[in-house]
């Protein structure tokens, strides 16, 4: 191991590595090593691995001596690229160092740009640019940013000082700040940091760049990284690669810029060359979103905007990187992200890779992938995330025939509407979303420190900031609502106010204020705006019909209701992978039988009140195969406890008595002696059938009712009839002769015209471990992976939340497995109660019906498994589709 590779150069047309390396190189290295072979003008430097990040993790940070040998060797060939040394007196080469993870992390990870300056180089960067302004500006930008990313002074001290220096000088913009401003500024930065660390701002080069690329390093688990891998289901144990390249500046005068580009509109997906940029500026300048950017093209340009895009400003620039743009999408064959910096009239390209786009832009552009030739459908299914483009497309839309007045308008940065609660700071909206209340985070541009912020908004609203601002880039990526550059919006985070300047005078709102954010169309509404679900394009049916050509596994629907029936198949459910008959038990008119029959004496009360269920769940399931006419519809007889019917409190059990005109102290008494310790594990799912058959016997005459009137009104009903909670296979022997014998009272001469299926619900351990025998009896598994997860693990998942938060934070778990199935241990069970099963009946129908049958991970390791089916929501049925096409397509 010791003498592993770390460093892979690239520069001049040359380069260690490539883009298939983005597991060692990250995503940044990569792609600078695959430009840089495709002889694109790439400033030369090198990349330390994503390996070496974990390594130096593994030694209590420390980096092996072999590391620095290596970039050593590596910033020699560097410096003979660019005829400039590291840390040379009079003709100084300076770098960067930034992060760079295999997956796209936009602003979690730290950068420290114009690496090398010091009080000697500076001076020789004076001398070589005639242009002292720059010198100090790259110098003063340098101080802050070591200062900050790993000196650990607060980023905000180095603001106030900009700020103060600003005020004095009576100017509003950087720009406007002279070189001996900077030189000024650049001194009190250096107090800054020798009053807060003890020590003068290091002047030797070697010193910074191992400091900084440590520091790189170290941010890898910085609280903000840590969130967004959580969010983003990025493992933790990735590591993020270092990446030292030779400084190139758009910050040099008129003749320099710095900018973002898309391929393609991210918001829309349109075939348009789309992006912003900047004048005499560096790179953090534009997604930091402290100036405003100029658009690259006239076309992005609004009506009365009176700024110049790079097409006009610099046409020669614009041409070569329109030139760049056609090659690279020719080259990935997908919508890309592009950096670039001009240096006196040279263009540079600094980063490519796959864009952040919405679930709008994703799915137009997979589909003109495919028109274009440049993909074929299978790779094009690739294209789209299912629980973050399929997602946004069922957003909400603003009512258009509401009628409102726009409060403000900004861009539309990530497309939905949404309401909320006004708050103004990250904190704030985290606490607002765990008491359930809905806020939308408003600030004056966000930071990457924001990151648990914005995930709990329903929208993000800022002041400053582009379509390539933080806030715009995190919000696409995480399916939020954003508008971004509200320059009517002033936000006082003391006196808690959001102001926005209208025609009529400014309008204050305070947090706790509802606003609608219109993260389609850029407009900001006073209080909660009407919306409607957004009408799918034809780009959908197309793209859905590939996926659905594509995929081997069915997706069934969760529906307890007719009318969530029509939705899942509006959605494109093939069936009803669970119906939970407990659910229409509840209701002004049926929930007093219910109680009838829990407080019931005896078997004859008890039958009295169930003959009064037994027409209305008849008439609910008439329905539901009225909707899924022709699709299999799987029902779970009865499941929760009986307790969670009847009243918690005398006061209540007393009006319950006084009702069904009963002694209110032996209502009472029945109440509390349906308490159970741990109601999770008690008189529940299939034991309520064995200890009360009745119970069963009503709903299995229900369903058999309902089939057969179906029938005769020329609806092809298909019952599949689910026992819960089973462990043993005496319990579903006997309950399966139950409904066996309803099912010949019921249908008599006319049964095999109702076909249908008796199975089981798989969610005790102890039935994946016998169900091999249980398949004897049971025609058909459907994993309940929500009991199951607690019943493995041995968490409550009404109580978990106490402590699964820090479970995931500390790596104890790498995701919360309610969420995504835990394939090592709830998945194992799944796999072995499927091998199982099919070892003794082959044709065994096997599916899931929890809430992981939306979850593109878990749906991914049922279609390995070999499951037939998933089951999920009726709204993440479109999801559930794709992730099962996906995972076909990632298999072949």
């Keep these: 191991m010791g003498g592993e590779r770390a460093v892979y150069f690239f520069g001049k047309g040359a380069a260690d590595g490539d883009g298939s390396m983005r597991e060692l190189l990250g995503g940044k290295g990569a792609g600078l090593a695959e430009m840089t072979r495709l002889g694109l003008p790439v400033p030369p430097g090198f990349t330390i691995t994503t390996a070496e990040c974990i390594r130096y993790y593994d030694a209590g940070r420390v980096l092996r001596s072999e590391v620095q040998t290596q970039a050593d060797a590596a910033m020699a060939r560097v410096e003979a690229c660019m005829g400039r040394r590291f840390g040379d007196a009079e003709n100084p080469l300076l770098v960067s160092v930034r992060s760079g993870a295999r997956a796209s992390m936009p602003g979690m990870m730290d950068t420290v740009l114009n690496l090398g300056l010091n009080d000697t180089t500076v001076q020789a960067l004076v001398r070589q640019t005639g242009n002292p302004r720059f010198a100090w500006d790259s110098y003063r930008r340098f101080v802050h940013m070591f200062g900050d990313v790993v000196l650990g002074v607060d980023h905000e001290e180095f ?76 493992p933790h144990d990735w590591g993020t690669a270092a990446n030292v390249q030779a400084m190139v500046f758009g910050n040099m005068g008129d003749d320099s810029a710095t900018g973002v580009a898309f391929t393609r509109d991210p918001s829309t997906g349109e075939n348009r060359f789309y992006g912003e940029y900047l004048l005499n500026a560096q790179g953090e300048d534009v997604v930091a979103g402290i100036r405003t950017p100029c ?40 919508m890309l992200d592009l950096e670039f910096t001009i240096e006196r009239g040279r263009l540079w390209m600094l980063q490519t890779r796959s864009g952040k786009r919405t679930g709008v832009a994703a799915l137009r552009i997979a589909t003109d992938l495919v028109r274009d030739g440049l993909l074929d459908e299978r790779k094009a299914l690739l294209r789209v995330d299912p629980d973050v483009h399929l997602d946004q497309l069922l957003h909400p839309m603003i009512d258009p025939h509401a009628k409102v007045e726009p409060l403000a308008k900004g861009l539309n940065a990530s497309p939905g509407a949404s309401s909320g609660e006004i708050v103004l700071t990250a904190e704030a909206a985290v606490h607002a979303a765990r008491d359930g209340r809905k806020v939308v985070l408003v600030r004056t541009e966000t930071s990457p420190e924001d990151i648990e912020g914005m995930a709990a908004a329903r929208a993000i609203l800022t002041a400053r900031g582009g379509r390539t601002s933080h806030a715009a880039v995190v919000a696409r990526g995480m399916g939020k609502v954003c508008v971004a550059g509200c320059g009517a919006l002033t936000v006082d985070g003391r006196a808690g106010t959001a102001t926005f300047e209208t025609t009529h005078g400014p309008v204050v709102l305070r947090t706790g204020d509802a606003i609608t954010v219109d993260g389609t169309n850029g407009f900001v509404y006073r209080g909660h705006v009407p919306t409607v679900d957004p009408e799918l394009s034809s780009d959908y049916d197309l793209f859905m019909g590939w996926a659905d050509r594509a995929r081997r596994m069915h997706v069934r629907a969760n529906a307890d209701t007719p009318q969530d029936a029509a939705a899942g198949r509006k959605f494109g459910a093939e069936g009803i992978g669970l119906c939970r008959t407990e659910h229409m038990f509840f209701g002004d008119e049926r929930l007093p039988w219910v109680r009838r029959m829990i407080l019931a004496v005896d078997e004859t009360e008890r039958r009295a009140a169930l003959a009064q269920l037994a027409p209305m769940q008849k008439s609910d399931f008439e329905g539901i195969f009225t909707a899924m006419d022709g699709l299999p519809v799987t029902i779970r007889l009865l499941d929760p406890p009986l307790h969670e019917f009847v009243p918690h409190t005398r006061e209540e059990s007393d009006v319950l008595a006084s009702e069904l005109q009963m002694e209110p102290d032996a209502v009472w008494r029945r109440c509390q002696a349906l308490r159970e310790m741990n109601p999770m594990l008690g008189h ?49 022997r ?52 929500n009991d199951l997860t607690q019943l493995v693990f041995g968490y409550s998942r009404d109580d978990a939340g106490v402590f699964l938060p820090a479970y995931v934070d500390q790596g104890i778990l790498t995701r919360d497995p309610f969420q995504s199935l835990d394939l090592e241990g709830v998945g194992q069970m799944v796999a072995m109660g499927t091998e199982r099963g099919r070892a003794t009946r082959p044709d065994l129908k096997v599916g899931i019906c929890g809430e992981h049958g939306g979850d593109p991970a878990s749906v991914e390791f049922c279609h390995r498994t070999g499951l037939d089916y998933v089951s999920c929501s009726p709204f993440r049925v479109p999801v559930a589709r794709l992730a099962a096409a996906q995972a076909a397509v990632r298999a072949t």
């Excluded at 009190?188 to 940091?193: N, Q």
């Excluded at 109702?754 to 994946?768: Q, S, Y």
Aim: charged share 30%; proline share 5%; glycine share 6%.
């Design 159 to 234: 603001e106030h000082i900009l700020a103060e220096a600003k005020r004095e000088r009576g100017v509003n913009l950087d720009t406007q700040l002279d070189a001996g401003d900077l030189e000024r500024i650049t001194g009190l930065y250096k107090e800054r940091v020798r009053a807060r660390t003890g020590a003068d701002f290091p002047e030797d080069p070697r010193q910074q760049l191992w400091t900084a690329i440590q520091a790189v390093f170290g941010s890898w688990f910085n609280d903000r990284a840590a969130s967004y891998r959580r969010m983003n289901r990025i």
């Design 295 to 334: 658009p690259l093209t006239v076309a992005q340009k609004e009506p009365d905007e009176d700024v110049p895009a790079l097409e006009e400003a610099m046409p020669a620039m614009f041409r070569e990187l329109s030139d760049i743009r056609t090659r690279l999408e020719a080259h990935y064959k997908d």
């Design 684 to 732: 529940r799912g299939c034991r309520l059938g064995i200890t009360f058959p009745e119970i069963y016997e009503m709903q299995a005459q229900a369903i058999f009712e309902a089939a057969h009137a179906a029938h005769a009104r020329g609806v092809h009903a298909v019952p599949e009839i689910m026992l819960p909670l089973v462990g043993t296979t005496e319990e579903f």
């Design 734 to 785: 006997r309950l399966r002769a139950l409904i066996l014998r309803v099912a010949t009272t019921v249908l008599g001469a006319e049964r095999d015209k109702v076909p249908f299926l008796i199975g089981t619900m798989i969610e005790v351990p102890r039935a994946a471990l016998v169900a091999d025998r249980i398949a004897d009896e049971a025609e058909f598994f459907s994993f309940g992976t």
